[in-house]
């Protein structure tokens, strides 16, 4: 399968669910966004990093790095390979200066370390096309839907799935495009999936 690019557009505090917060990946030259709800450590460590922040202490990511450069250890790329049941599956493609590696790992801590290290994150299509949210100039087409996709270790809360049970079918849209105006994919997300859940009944 051909692998897709993905780059970091986004990282913001859930207003729907306690503690955790909205990634959004986007597609390199692309139109396709890829919201992921990760918690707030995994969320810190990936903000620290991006921000060039230098914490008193080494996280747990930044002492990760520096073991494995130690031992001349590298990450050559992390590829998003799976989606079951809303949840991402990622693997860290290493090199020991003698052969690659895989290994396995939750998406949120793959793309801390792939800041870390300056590596490329990928995904394949069939993820983006039952996963992504497309950009079509100032509207959202939703692809394929599922539920609300999450770090294996993160479920949504139950508020989360009736917040938006009140709204018409046109306040929905409305919706549904301000959130897209004010890059708020997880929010977008949540009524992606209040949309798909009608039109299924």
Not at 15 to 26: E, I, K
Not at 104 to 132: H, K, M, Q, V
């Amino acid at each position: 399968m051909n692998k897709i690019k993905l780059e970091i557009v986004g990282l913001s505090y859930s207003q729907t669910q306690s503690g955790a917060y909205a990634l959004v990946l986007g597609e390199v030259n692309g139109r396709r966004r890829l919201p992921i709800i990760i918690g707030g450590f995994e969320a810190q460590a990936i903000a620290i990093e991006i921000e060039k922040l230098t914490p008193s202490r080494p996280l747990t990511h930044d002492l990760f790095k520096t073991f494995a450069s130690t031992f001349g250890i590298s990450i050559h790329e992390v590829i998003i390979y799976n989606l079951v049941d809303g949840i991402f599956y990622a693997k860290l493609i290493c090199n020991n200066g003698k052969k690659d590696i895989e290994i396995d790992a939750r998406t949120s801590d793959a793309i801390a370390l792939a800041i870390r290290f300056d590596c490329p994150i990928y995904t394949y299509e069939f993820i983006l096309a039952s996963a992504g949210i497309v950009i079509e100039g100032n509207d959202f087409v939703f692809l394929e839907n599922l539920e609300t996709p999450r770090e294996e270790q993160s479920t949504a809360g139950e508020g989360s799935k009736t917040a938006y049970a009140s709204y018409t079918d046109d306040e929905l849209k409305a919706a549904l495009q301000q959130a897209l105006q004010e890059e708020a994919y997880e929010k977008a997300a949540k009524i992606r999936d209040e949309i798909s859940r009608r039109k299924s009944s």
